[in-house]
């Protein structure tokens, strides 16, 4: 189970490994004045802010990271809410609790993204942040969701963790938003195994959150900033390893994407004929980095007995995907019980709640929605059924031949 970046590992990568390792420079610090230190992580993030459209980046250890650096570099914390998807991974959610705020889940459309209308009727005065989070690649509403944050004075945040490579309207997802958050885990575009990026234009915003990923410094930490630091911060850095990996898979990614949308669209064609069945909406067809290929099925009962046939699942059985099977959200399981956001009487008179069943829309989009893999395989999703990005013209027919003869079954 991976992401293509993973299924394409090779000789490139090891290789800048190894020259990492013998080097002797494995944190993101190194002298300027060796050629030895390859500053693989600097160079990455000024890749990736390029790739991007956007002036900064900071690396981090995890996705999940970038997104709690993004929601405490904007001053979100106790009192304050953001607005969540139902249908995103749990990070999503758990960077909101941890940064001390409350997560508002909303209902999505049949982009599996955040509904921009339900989104503009839960703001509240609480409100300070909008969590747009670009499903299985797929780019959210971002015009309907910047013109609603603009509106109310409050922040765009964007999810990219699962779109890195994504654009809309032209521009790479993570550049609409005050801030992005990208994952380079191993069912990612590009993977280290692990890591994630924050990017952003806003300079101030940037200096923060490079101190919080690196105990308090500025940036590079270039020389004397005692009585100069901006703020404490953790340590969430990525190291030279992880960013020598990437720099090998940054290499790959134009091919990566081109051969994902090819694959989608040459499956996509041998089944659209298919009657009564949908594909999920596309904000920006253009722009979806084609890792998934949605299925939207008449009936939940429907789309349950293809997927099983299959061997796949439908997305309502996504044990991380979906709020209703987050129990942990549900319940409010926290490391600490006590305190902000579920314990604290200065930010809400009685603790927020959370149920099955809250988000309707959600439930019967995802009840009758089923995921083939063009690039990640991830059993969680059902995705494990479908296609990888070595696969050929061959597979791609006895995929779509295998699909006909389930829904053949479920209609008969």
């Known amino acids: 189970m991976s992401g293509p970046g993973k299924q394409l590992i090779g000789e490139e990568e090891i290789a800048r490994f190894v020259?990492?390792?013998?080097?002797?420079?494995?944190?993101?610090?190194?002298?300027?004045?060796?050629?030895?230190?390859?500053?693989?992580?600097?160079?990455?993030?000024?890749?990736?802010?390029?790739?991007?459209?956007?002036?900064?980046?900071?690396?981090?250890?995890?996705?999940?990271?970038a997104i709690w650096i993004a929601l405490s570099a904007l001053d979100i914390g106790p009192g304050d809410e953001v607005i969540?998807?139902?249908?995103?991974?749990?990070?999503?959610?758990?960077?909101?609790?941890?940064?001390?705020?409350?997560?508002?889940?909303?209902?999505?459309?049949?982009?599996?993204?955040?509904?921009?209308?339900?989104?503009?009727?839960?703001?509240?005065?609480?409100?300070?942040?909008?969590l747009a989070v670009h499903m299985l690649g797929n780019p959210a509403r971002l015009a309907e969701l910047r013109e609603i944050a603009d509106r109310h004075g409050i922040a765009l945040v964007e999810d990219c963790a699962q779109a890195f490579g994504a654009t809309y309207r032209g521009q790479g997802v993570g550049s609409f938003g005050a801030a992005g958050a990208i994952s380079f885990n191993e069912y990612k575009t590009i993977t280290c195994g692990d890591g994630g990026m924050l990017v952003?234009?806003?300079?101030?915003?940037?200096?923060?959150?490079?101190?919080?990923?690196?105990?308090?410094?500025?940036?590079?930490?270039?020389?004397?900033?005692?009585g100069n630091r901006p703020l404490l911060g953790m340590n969430f850095r990525m190291t030279e390893l992880s960013a020598a990996v990437l720099q090998a898979q940054m290499d790959r990614l134009p091919a990566i994407?081109?051969?994902?949308?090819?694959?989608?669209?040459?499956?996509?064609?041998r089944i659209a004929d298919l009657p009564g069945i949908r594909f999920r909406d596309h904000p920006d067809p253009d722009g979806d980095i084609a890792t998934h290929l949605v299925v939207l099925f008449p009936t939940a009962a429907?789309?349950?007995?293809?997927?099983?046939?299959?061997?796949?699942?439908?997305?309502?059985?996504?044990?991380?995907?979906?709020?209703?099977?987050?129990?942990?959200?549900?319940?409010?399981?926290?490391?600490?019980?006590?305190?902000?956001?579920?314990?604290?009487?200065?930010?809400?008179?009685?603790?927020?709640?959370?149920?099955?069943g809250m988000l309707p829309r959600t439930d019967d989009i995802v009840g009758?929605?089923?995921?083939?893999?063009?690039?990640?395989?991830?059993?969680?999703?059902?995705?494990?059924?479908?296609?990888?990005?070595?696969?050929?013209?061959?597979?791609?027919?006895?995929?779509?031949?295998?699909?006909?003869q389930a829904w053949d079954a479920s209609a008969g």
Not at 305 to 333: C, F, K, N, P, T
């Open 19 to 65: 020259a990492v390792l013998r080097s002797g420079y494995l944190s993101r610090y190194g002298p300027d004045d060796d050629p030895a230190f390859a500053a693989n992580v600097r160079t990455l993030e000024d890749r990736v802010a390029a790739w991007t459209g956007v002036g900064h980046a900071v690396a981090t250890n995890a996705g999940t990271s």
């Open 84 to 130: 969540v998807p139902g249908f995103t991974y749990v990070a999503s959610i758990s960077a909101v609790i941890y940064a001390r705020a409350v997560p508002v889940l909303a209902e999505v459309d049949e982009s599996l993204n955040l509904d921009p209308r339900d989104v503009e009727a839960r703001i509240t005065e609480r409100t300070r942040a909008i």
């Open 200 to 226: 952003t234009d806003d300079e101030d915003l940037y200096r923060r959150a490079f101190a919080l990923h690196d105990q308090g410094h500025l940036p590079f930490r270039r020389g004397t900033e005692i």
């Open 257 to 269: 994407l081109a051969t994902l949308r090819s694959n989608r669209d040459a499956l996509r064609d």
């Open 302 to 356: 429907q789309a349950r007995s293809v997927s099983s046939a299959l061997g796949s699942r439908v997305l309502a059985d996504s044990g991380w995907h979906i709020y209703s099977q987050m129990e942990h959200v549900l319940s409010r399981r926290t490391a600490v019980p006590r305190g902000c956001p579920f314990d604290c009487p200065c930010t809400h008179p009685g603790a927020p709640g959370y149920r099955p």
């Open 368 to 404: 009758r929605a089923m995921t083939i893999g063009i690039g990640v395989s991830d059993r969680n999703l059902g995705s494990s059924w479908g296609l990888t990005i070595r696969s050929d013209a061959a597979t791609i027919d006895r995929r779509a031949a295998e699909l006909r």
